[in-house]
């Protein structure tokens, strides 16, 4: 190819104390093609791309844009180049509606100077949503959506921008297949404009099914940049992680489960109105339960309502066939039920505080001795679950905003499991986990559930939910309307199940 | 480039680390060449004794702030328990019994203000400036507007007592720093505090007691501003119901210069401690150099002001 490429960066370095995030590293993006980034939790891809967008200033290094050098200091800058961009940790307003968060800082202007043509801002809007079949009213609040549709928001507002490059940091991370799908079709409409788009994701078959290069970086350096074609999955990963992985699959070879093992949590024709509709299911000792279906399908709600986020208008939950009557999340805990939730920087999160802190905080009561925290023993506790998680981070007192996306996401799994719970929720365990952690979160749930631990686990990646569970539950329309067996079943079952399309 | 990154961050650790020391040994300096009066002991167990009072109603709004409130009656609060207690105890009640008294009523009225921020979920600034409304007039009605005056020695003793010479809010407003001190950085509740002020709705999914933490810190603030008022009471022998008005100023003042934001979740009990003998020492700097007292306002403000854009600039 003799074409400029559309962007060059070039021996970029950057350090944070005592992380070196990024060393000079090499990166290009040709017009027209959807570049795939990948690398571990904390190679350093969301650094990069932030350093692109004007948010971080690199150490050194240069970048080109069309062949000619640039300085990008803010995101505004960065946006006049034509560069728009999908954060990783979603950065919408949330008490703004739907349509001023894509218009945000662009809104239409009226006939007055200075007022806003609110039919025009909220017409495109619509546009924008339809363009991306989502069947959201832009007048909603963008807190009352759920996580994938305000994922779906943040696409929504990048490509509203006719941007010349679209950075995507892990866009499909809370999606389920449908979205997926129309993600990619939009994907590739914008290349046959001659869009460019780096593509970030720790699914590898979405890398291959949409990617036409892709660059991996590893700790901080750039292992190099391949075309896809031809290129198989363990090449992949051998050139992420720089060895081979072992067998991913982490179910038992024993038999059905249920048989031999005691009921621990029974759902009872559990409602909530408009959102849940009698639901009954039992999970047993020892047992993954797998739950699929699409966004909206109220698997979300039926994890929040079994952890007494909201109070359920009809039906019972037992526990070890005792009747629950819970009120709040506090509740559940003490009952023996922890959920590890969807929305990371929303609900799991204490950004500022410290990674220590962040994993102890549950059980600060079980660390003190007279009623003060032994700091010694919680920063060894913390220590524990940070080497068991494997999270990355320069030590247990740095802050965990300064982590990467899959690196908090592990310590979100860890403060939950500092609690030892009973029945453990599990919603989107490993999203934006890498591949190799991946396997090592399975591989603790799997002990876990050997130690007579109960597992519900929502995911919208069916081969995790069809590698992990010992049995799958699909929801459709706040209803489970299939139980599967995992051994047995294939994507296209659940897919067929999820949608309500008729079985050929 | 590289190093001047590096020189970059650490001089934004070293501000965010002894600006505020600095910032306050510098005032101390100006004002010693400034007046002659400014050093003397004097003067100096003048201004601490000043900032005690202060001190013990900032600890309280810290909390208040660290869980993304504010509290606007400890002044009103303040009178109120004040006036009461000083009529219980004018009236022969023993001065034990009355300082009981007037600390639990300043805690119910921070109970008070609690309830109405977690059941009713009214904003913290509304909620106390209601309860700074109330409070003020029930302490208006309650002694026809007339101070109440002449008490004992034994309740006076917590405002004009010295012990080893020197005087006892010294070491009551030690006391409260360092048991807050221990509160936030060793106990389950005080770390919980910065928890739930860093995310509410984390804290809620995480099973802590987010009412109770919340309805807490307005007690303590409550509870803490009627212990300052009974220094306040005990030094002026008499409890006027008009009495600190517009202290919840300087207490604000202290916290948010000691680098504690309005954000919630960070702050320091040092900061706070730096924060109210640096408003102390100003307020007395200003009266030593006859400041007008309208302009001492303005110029606080402006230091609140600085403040905010200082800690923005380094975080
Ligand atoms: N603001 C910051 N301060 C300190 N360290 C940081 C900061 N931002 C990133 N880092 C560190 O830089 C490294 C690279 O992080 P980055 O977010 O780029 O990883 P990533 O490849 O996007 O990982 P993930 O797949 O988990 O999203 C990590 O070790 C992270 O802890
Ligand atoms: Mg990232």
Known sequence: MNTTPLLHMSAISKSFPGVKALDRVDFTVQPGEIMALLGENGAGKSTLMRILDGVFTPDSGQIFWRGQPVQIRSPQDAKNLGISMIHQELALVPYLDVAKNIYLGREPAGLLPGTIDWTTLYEQAHQQLARLDLDVDPRTPVRDLPLAQQQMVEVAKALSLSAQLIVMDEPTSSLSNAEVAVLFRTMRALKEQGVSIVFIS??????????????????????????????????????????????????????????????????????????????????YEGEILGVAGLVGAGRTELAETIFSVHPPTQGDILLRGQKLRLRRPADAIRAGIALVTEDRKGQGLFLRMEVGANISVRILHQLARFGLIRWRDSQHLAQEYVDKLGVRTPSVRQKVRNLSGGNQQKVVIAKWL??????????????????????????????????????????????????????????????????????????????????????? | MASFAVTERSWKALLQQYGLFVSFLALCLLLSLATDRFLRTENLLNVLRQASINGIIAVGMMLVILTRGIDLSVGAVLALACVIAGDAVRQGWPSLIAIVLCLALGGSMGLVSGTLVTRLNIPPFIATLGMMTIARGLALSYTQGQPVTGFPADFRWLGAGTLLGIPVPIFIVSGIFLLGYVLLELTPLGRHVFAYGDNPSAAHYSGLSTRQIVLFVYVLSGALSALAG?????????????????????AIAAVVVGGTSFDGGQGTMWGTILGVLLIAVLNNGMNLLNVPSEFQTVVKGAVIALALLFYKAIR
């Open chain 2, 230 to 250: 009974l220094i306040l009471v005990g030094r002026l022998n008499s409890a006027a119901p008009t009495t600190a008005e517009g202290y919840e100023f300087d």
């Open chain 1, 418 to 504: 500092t609690l030892k719970p009973q029945v453990l929720i599990l919603d989107e365990p490993t999203r934006g986990i890498d591949v190799g952690a991946k396997g090592e979160i399975h591989r603790l749930m799997r002990e876990l559930a050997s130690q007579g631990v109960g597992i519900l686990m929502i995911s919208s990646e069916l081969p995790e939910v069809l590698g992990v569970s010992d049995r799958v539950l699909v929801m459709r329309g706040g209803r489970v309307v299939a139980e599967m067996n995992p051994r047995l079943a294939t994507q296209d079952d659940i897919m067929r199940a999820a949608t309500g399309a008729k079985t050929s």
């Open chain 1, 202 to 283: 720790h699914r590898l078959n979405e890398i291959f099914a949409i990617a036409d290069r892709v660059t991996v970086l590893r700790d901080g350096s750039l292992v190099g940049s391949e075309p896809l074609q031809g290129m198989t999955a363990d090449a992949l990963i051998r050139m992420m992680v720089g060895r081979e992985l072992g067998e991913t699959n982490q179910r038992p070879a024993g038999e059905d489960v249920q048989s031999q093992r005691q009921p621990i949590l029974e759902v009872r024709n559990l409602s909530r109105a408009g959102i849940l509709h009698d639901i009954n299911f039992t999970l």
